[in-house]
């Protein structure tokens, strides 16, 4: 977390020519957001779609499914990203609903220029593959009642 805004803007520095798309959390995002400063300054064209579900997602997973929903620290009240990324001259949209998801993907990727893809997704969806703790990576969890032994 907090890596993937600046390894973006350096691929995407690397690779001109090419279309780089950062997937990022809501509380990624918040360790970054300096980093659309230097989007700014050097019109780095990145593409940040946002998934955001308002916890910090990795560690609410951790909570609920080992530590009996004892969540702490990890729900979030977001900022309007549109608002920051309009400060910065960065193009942005949310999207809210699936249906608007393809409308929305194809103005972010119709040009070079950086945009950010706010894009509100279940607030407690989990994301696996995910190595629970105590274990090892051979021991990886598929789903939440599945292991990979």
Known sequence: M???????????VA??????????????IQMTLQEFGTIMQ???GVKMI??????LGNVRQWQELFFGERYSQTRMLNPDYRMIAAAYGIRSAVVQDRADLE??????????????????????????????PGRGIDEIMLTDKTWYK
Request: hydrophobic share 45%.
């Open 103 to 132: 409308p929305a993907l194809k103005e972010m990727l119709s040009d070079d220029a950086p945009f950010l893809l706010d894009v509100h997704v279940q607030e407690n969806g989990m994301v696996m593959p995910m190595v629970p």
């Open 15 to 28: 690779a001109p020519d090419r279309t780089v798309c950062l997937f990022v959390g809501d509380g990624g």
């Open 2 to 12: 907090g890596f993937g805004l600046p390894a973006a803007i350096g691929a995407k």
């Open 42 to 44: 050097d019109g780095i």
């Open 50 to 55: 946002l998934l955001n579900n308002n916890w």
